[in-house]
Structures are given as C-alpha cells and as structure tokens.
C-alpha cells in the first residue's frame, strides 16, 4: 500500500511525476531550482529515495548522502558560485522550519548572504 506520507512534492520530483526543470539527475540524486529562491541562485538536491529527514540517515542510506554532498563542488562550480561563497542548508523537524517532509539539502548563493 502506498503510504500517502510518502507522496509529497519531493517525492513526486524524485519520481519525474512532476514537470519542471531539472537541473540534473542520476540514479541517486534529483537537482532542481527551488520554486520560491531566497537568493540569486537556490538549489535543492534530493535522494531519489524517501528519506523523512536527517534523523533517518543510517548506514543503508548513507550512499544518497555521499552522493548529495558529491554534486555540491559540481554544481556550485557550474553556476560560477564556487569562489564567490554559498550556504548549504538542512533543516530538520519543526524547529528548524523544515516544510517539506522529505530530506533535501538548499544551495543558497549568488550574493552576500546575511
Ligand atoms: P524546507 O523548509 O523544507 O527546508 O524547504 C523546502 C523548500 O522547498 C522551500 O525553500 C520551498 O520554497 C521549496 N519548495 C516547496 N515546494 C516546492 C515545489 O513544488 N517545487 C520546488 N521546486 N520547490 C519547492
């Protein structure tokens, strides 16, 4: 049975059921804009398998996050980022404001982030 939890927007993009620009994908990992960007340049990379949060990073998953930090020096460089500086965010539960139930990792660059 599908668990309906699952079957958020992430979930979907990691799936290709949704129509937007990708930025790149492989067997791991989902690169794509985020919709509302809080800088010039705001990237999200996603594995292609659910993973609620960091709280559920184990050593069976952990070949998804290897792969996610992989991308970081890539894409960074790509969008000419790399010298210049970027943030890397993941938000976890509540607090952190985490929205989307689905683990991703922001790019956050461009500018001078305060
Ligand atoms: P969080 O607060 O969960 O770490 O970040 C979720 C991010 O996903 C937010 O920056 C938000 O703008 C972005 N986002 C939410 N829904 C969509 C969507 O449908 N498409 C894209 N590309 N980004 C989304």
Do not use: W
Not at 6 to 18: G, L
Not at 26 to 41: G, H, L, Q
Request: glycine content about 4%.
């Amino acid at each position: 049975m599908v668990n309906l939890m699952k079957e958020n927007i992430f979930n979907k993009i990691a799936k290709k059921k949704v129509n937007i620009d990708y930025i790149y994908k492989d067997k791991y990992i989902t690169v794509f804009n985020d919709i509302n960007p809080k800088a010039p340049i705001h990237i999200i990379i996603i594995p292609n398998i659910y993973i609620k949060n960091l709280n559920y990073v184990n050593k069976k998953n952990i070949i998804y996050i290897n792969k996610m930090f992989l991308y970081i020096p890539i894409i960074t460089k790509k969008k000419n980022i790399n010298k210049s500086g970027y943030r890397i965010i993941i938000n976890c539960n509540k607090d952190s404001g985490q929205e989307i139930k689905y683990l991703h990792l922001h790019i956050l660059g461009g500018c001078l982030l305060i």
